[in-house]
């Protein structure tokens, strides 16, 4: 007996660390946030890209070993070998893919979320932090102009939030085994790619996919699919899903959706729009004229972590009939028979989602919008558009360069376009060349086949002067390179 004790005693003495007392938790807590504003103070990691260096020396550095290390020795390591390198999506001239923000309010929260530990999958277990997610997911819905009995979720993303409205879709819709492979879904050559994986992991991949033709600013044409429809009806086929996009990754363009979703209606279609990248600016009024029509939709997906500047681990989803998300996820277990439903007006999150244990992902959320109001965030979103059009006036002007359509939303296209030689070729070095300078950070795409220069504006830090710079960057760059191949 007495040696079942002793044994327990050194074993709960050796994992004793595991629960640090106060003085151990504040210098660890200082030893970390003396290391994040070193971070963030830093101009060099800052830098909008920085190629890996030593990447193969990383693994023997990160391995775990049975003895404990220093605290101060293990964020050295962190910053050297894990933080330093690779793209920093919130710097002022990141300008590729979608950038992003990181709102340090939103890690304070992840910060009391993970240390209170709320169980935020279950009303019963975590009323106050189901409420605050509530208010969250009402908030969004009424700025999508959704009704009050819509209902959503806090996805980790996109690409889980557009998982979570094809299942509902698919339920709501009546899609099986019975019918899938004579049923007709609607995208377009830019639907983001997240949304053919979600086909295939809820099996929609059998369905017929038709690739509706878009015009030369990049966005679906209503006729063309209300033709596809009216010819798939007349082959007895069963056309149910059309997907928009308001905000296309490549170019930013956005879907006339209120046409859509006529066509949508008329044809009794379930209408998805894909507002990852563009909901944020549901938040000004120019993004809410962009956007018409979103309000009609079925379903909708949106990344708080593009353009409300949240770190990453945020996609929304949105489902205008509330009920029918339940349905796609409503589930219990026998060890679940003591959490009951709760009160009726507190709702379980993991009855609306694919997961159960989360973290409380709501705060991240709340926190900054509480802090700052709401206000920031609308002249944030507006200033982005108007950089992105101002971006768009001045590269249009500049010699040699081409320009794609003026911008929906805050992504620019274009190229330039030498007086003699291949195009494409140019282009590709042009990117390479503007990646190694390293002032600014932007990426290519292939547009109608060219390989095109893309300025995606969102993140944080761009204001005026990075545009100004980004403009002067690819003015000097391109004249240089020019003169490189004359020679
Ligand atoms: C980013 C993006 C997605 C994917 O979202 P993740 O958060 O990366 O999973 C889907 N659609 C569009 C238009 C996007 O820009």
């Given amino acids: ?69 220093q605290l101060s020795d293990i964020l050295q390591t962190l910053d050297k070998r894990v933080i330093s390198s690779g793209t920093n999506t919130s710097s002022g001239e990141f300008f590729a893919f979608i950038p ?12 009391i979320a993970a240390v209170t530990n709320r169980y935020a999958g279950v009303g019963f277990s975590a009323p106050g932090a189901s409420r605050l997610e509530q208010s969250v997911i009402r908030w969004l819905a009424k700025l999508m102009g959704y009704p009050d009995d819509a209902e959503g979720d806090l996805t980790s993303g996109g690409s889980i939030a557009a998982l979570s409205a094809m299942l509902t879709a ?23 790619h997240c ?28 006729d063309a699919l209300a033709e596809a429809i009216a010819d798939d009806r007349n082959s007895g086929l069963n056309p149910w899903l059309v997907i928009a996009t308001a905000g296309t990754t490549d170019t930013g363009a956005v879907d006339p959706l209120e046409a859509i979703a006529d066509i949508a209606e008329s044809n009794e279609l379930w209408f998805h729009v894909d507002a990852a990248y563009g909901g944020a600016f ?49 589930g219990r277990g026998t060890y679940m028979r003591d959490v009951g439903d709760g ?32 206000a920031p965030f609308r002249a944030a979103v507006q200033e982005k558009l108007l950089l992105a059009r101002y971006f768009y006036a001045r590269i249009s002007k500049l010699e040699g360069f081409v320009v794609g359509p003026e911008p929906h939303l805050s992504i620019v296209t ?67 390179l020019t003169a490189e191949l004359r020679r």
């Fill in 1 to 69: 007996m007495t040696q079942e004790r002793e044994k327990l005693a050194a074993l709960a003495e050796a994992s004793g660390c595991l629960e640090p007392d106060s003085a151990t938790r504040s210098a660890a807590l200082a030893s970390v946030a003396g290391y994040t504003e070193s971070y963030l103070e830093a101009s060099d990691t800052r830098r909008a890209f920085r190629p890996e260096a030593e990447g193969d020396r990383v693994a023997e550095a990160l391995a775990f070993v049975e003895s404990p290390g």
């Fill in 282 to 330: 549901m938040l000004c009024e120019e993004g809410r004229q962009a956007l018409r029509g979103i309000e009609r939709s079925d379903s909708l997906m949106f990344d708080p972590h593009k353009g409300f500047f949240l770190p990453f681990g945020t996609g929304a989803v949105l489902i205008r009939s509330g009920k029918k998300l339940y349905g796609a996820f409503h």
């Fill in 343 to 374: 009160a009726a007006d507190l709702r379980s999150a993991c009855d609306y989602s694919p997961e159960l244990t989360r973290p409380f992902r709501g705060l991240r959320f709340w926190l900054p919008f509480k802090i700052h109001g709401i």
């Fill in 195 to 222: 949304i053919l994986k979600a086909f295939r992991i809820v099996g929609l991949d059998e369905c017929i996919i038709r690739e509706v033709r878009c015009d030369d600013e990049h966005r679906l044409v209503p």
């Fill in 170 to 192: 698919k339920k709501a819709c009546g899609i099986s085994s019975r019918n899938v492979t004579d049923s007709v879904i609607y995208v377009t050559t830019h639907t983001h």
């Fill in 100 to 111: 992003s923000g990181s709102l340090y309010e939103s890690a304070l929260a992840d910060f």
């Fill in 414 to 480: 274009f190229r330039y376009v030498p007086e003699s030689g291949d195009a494409d070729a140019f282009n590709q070095v042009f990117f390479e060349q503007l990646r190694d300078d390293g002032h600014i950070f932007l990426t290519t795409t292939v547009v109608d086949g060219h390989l095109t220069l893309r300025l995606a504006i969102l993140a944080t830090g761009t204001h005026l002067e990075s545009v100004d710079l980004a403009l002067d960057v690819l003015e000097k760059k391109a004249l240089q």
